[in-house]
């Protein structure tokens, strides 16, 4: 009968130690530095209205929109030529800082636009989608540049533990480099809310 109590202790500091592996391997480290629970939900709320969503746009995009009215996908690069009403605000947890990553996506003649704001950092970027090709204009934090790729963003918020109560947000880049789309493996962006 020890015999049996002594491997199921076993199993489970095995599986404990298993599970704990895992999470330092999806994070990279490991921080006691708890998800701040209330501010993601503020961030969210902050940018969960399509109004609030559209001056988010507005306000850290407009460079970003100058370039798609450039490129003639939209008329006057105005974020109010894009549709706002099901625009998602979805919170992190980065560099001791809360992020919302206010996203919303556009049918328009043509093409389709894909938006991301962060508020907080002044990053933005648009993914547009025609019948030939897919690209995406950034402009970084903080710049009023703007750069054009053949590449679109993918993000997640993993199950996997991040900073004691969170759980991990992914970003990746994929790009067509003439021979096909490849994406670059998923990093760590911050923590998110699970």
Not at 7 to 16: E, G, I, N, P, Y
Request: proline share 3%.
């Amino acid at each position: 009968m020890s015999s049996d109590r002594g491997d199921t202790t076993r199993r489970r500091l095995l599986k404990s130690i298993g599970a704990t592996g895992l999470a330092f391997g999806a994070t990279g480290v490991s921080s006691a530095r708890e998800v701040p629970t209330r501010e993601l939900e503020r961030a969210s709320a902050a940018y969960d209205s399509p109004t609030r969503a559209r001056w988010a746009a507005a306000r850290h995009a407009d460079s970003v929109l100058a370039e798609l009215a450039d490129r003639g996908v939209l008329d006057r690069g105005d974020a109010t030529e894009l549709d706002f009403e099901d625009a998602s605000a979805d919170p992190f947890y980065a560099d001791g800082e809360t992020v919302a990553h206010v996203t919303t996506e556009t049918a328009l003649d043509g093409a389709t636009v894909e938006l991301a704001v962060r508020p907080q950092t002044g990053r933005a970027y648009a993914t547009v989608r025609t019948g030939d090709e897919v690209y995406t204009v950034e402009s970084p934090a903080g710049s009023d540049d703007v750069s054009v790729q053949n590449c679109y963003y993918e993000h997640d918020c993993t199950s996997y533990a991040c900073d004691g109560s969170g759980c991990v947000y992914l970003e990746r880049q994929c790009c067509n480099y003439g021979d096909g789309y490849r994406c670059d493996d998923w990093s760590q962006d911050g923590c998110c809310s699970c």
